[in-house]
């Protein structure tokens, strides 16, 4: 009988661990949550408005949700984020595409561009190329034998700067290419009128056009879709698929979060969403800048947090014909959109 007791103790005792169990598994689901193992993240920026998904799934928690210990790593530069994410000093990265990325990834250097951070888009204000505003240029065509602006040889502004030329009939050959190394430093040749046109990105065109030194001849969106920004998994990271996936899931909420705030479009014009106020102050608070220059300059990026993948062969075309890379290299060697896909069925 004593026997037939503790066995019925143990029974009762196992059912209810089971739905404790079952309680607490319903409540993380609830959530939003994930019952993988947690996993700590360190991920690679800049504080630039760009980085606005990531801010928000900080802030909001949406990466606790997925059982992940997300941490910021600072940094002053987009190279050394590469660099570090490729080594393996930071999980995730966050930055442009260049040139010396390309260069990387043909030396041998692995890591994988899973999803979007800010493309060019037609409609929306993200990089433009500006002149002095006296300046006789109306139009890309007459910037023959002018000194344009950029940051960097290899740079985004550097393949901008071609490519515009190229979509009107000029070369590279045609102009002088004048790299100025920051976006400071394109803003006071613009206004000293040391170079003939600078390419700029927001909030940085509309001071400029507001301060009444510069006017937009062209916008980069109109003149092509580019993916100028992505989000980088280092090689060790996108080997744990789980972690991976749970952390697009956590991106891709962001994503959208963003989008429906500051980038819903009614009747062709931009309108502001219902969490418009708090992601502005979101951005505001990671990048160290007042809401209203942030609201100057809210860049494009896709609601889900998808690549122009096709637009990456482009540019690795295009930089490995003007020898700026060594090599051309597939781009399915640094593309993954399949962890992306899988967390947005997810």
């Given at each position: 009988m004593k026997k037939v007791a503790i066995l019925l103790s143990i029974a009762l005792l196992t059912i209810s661990l089971a739905l404790a169990g079952c309680g607490k598994q319903e409540e993380n689901q609830t959530k939003g949550g994930d019952a993988s193992e947690k996993v700590s993240v360190d991920i690679g920026m800049l504080k630039l408005t760009s980085s606005a998904p990531l801010f928000i799934a900080l802030e909001k928690g949406f990466f606790e949700e997925q059982n992940i210990d997300a941490k910021a790593t600072?940094?002053?530069?987009?190279?050394?984020?590469?660099?570090?994410?490729?080594?393996?000093?930071?999980?995730?990265?966050?930055?442009?595409?260049?040139?010396?990325?390309?260069?990387?990834?043909?030396?041998?250097?692995k890591l994988w561009i899973v999803a979007d951070?800010?493309?060019?888009?037609?409609?929306?204000?993200?990089?433009?190329?500006?002149?002095?505003?006296?300046?006789?240029?109306?139009?890309?065509?007459?910037?023959?034998?002018k000194k344009i602006g950029i940051t960097q040889t290899g740079s985004t502004f550097h393949y901008m700067a071609g490519r515009i030329l190229e979509n009107h009939g000029l070369k590279l050959e045609d102009v002088e290419?004048?790299?100025?190394?920051?976006?400071?430093?394109?803003?006071?040749?613009?206004?000293?009128?040391q170079v003939d046109a600078v390419l700029l990105n927001e909030p940085n065109i509309s001071m400029v056009v507001d301060e009444g030194y510069g006017k937009v001849i062209t916008q980069v969106g109109e003149e092509m879709d580019y993916q100028t920004s992505g989000i980088f998994f280092s090689p060790k990271f996108a080997e744990n698929k789980d972690a991976a996936v749970r952390f697009l899931k956590a991106y891709i909420k962001a994503t959208n979060y963003y989008y429906d705030a500051v980038l819903t479009k009614k009747d062709g014009e931009l309108v502001?969403?219902?969490?418009?106020?708090?992601?502005?102050?979101?951005?505001?608070?990671?990048?160290?800048?007042?809401?209203a220059l942030i609201e100057k300059g809210l860049p494009y990026m896709d609601r889900d947090g998808k690549l122009l993948a096709e637009d990456?062969?482009?540019?690795?075309?295009?930089?490995?014909?003007?020898?700026?890379?060594?090599?051309?290299?597939?781009?399915?060697?640094?593309?993954n959109t399949e962890l992306l896909e899988e967390a947005l069925q997810e």
């Open positions: 600072w940094f002053e530069a987009a190279q050394p984020i590469a660099v570090a994410t490729a080594g393996g000093s930071v999980d995730v990265g966050a930055t442009g595409i260049t040139a010396s990325l390309y260069n990387m990834a043909a030396g041998g250097q951070k800010g493309r060019e888009e037609k409609g929306f204000s993200s990089t433009a190329l500006l002149v002095p505003s006296d300046s006789a240029v109306t139009k890309v065509e007459e910037l023959k034998g290419l004048v790299p100025l190394n920051s976006i400071p430093g394109l803003m006071d040749s613009l206004k000293s009128k502001k969403g219902e969490n418009y106020d708090e992601v502005v102050d979101i951005i505001a608070k990671y990048t160290d800048q007042e809401p990456i062969q482009t540019q690795i075309d295009w930089y490995a014909e003007k020898k700026l890379i060594e090599k051309a290299i597939d781009s399915k060697e640094i593309v």
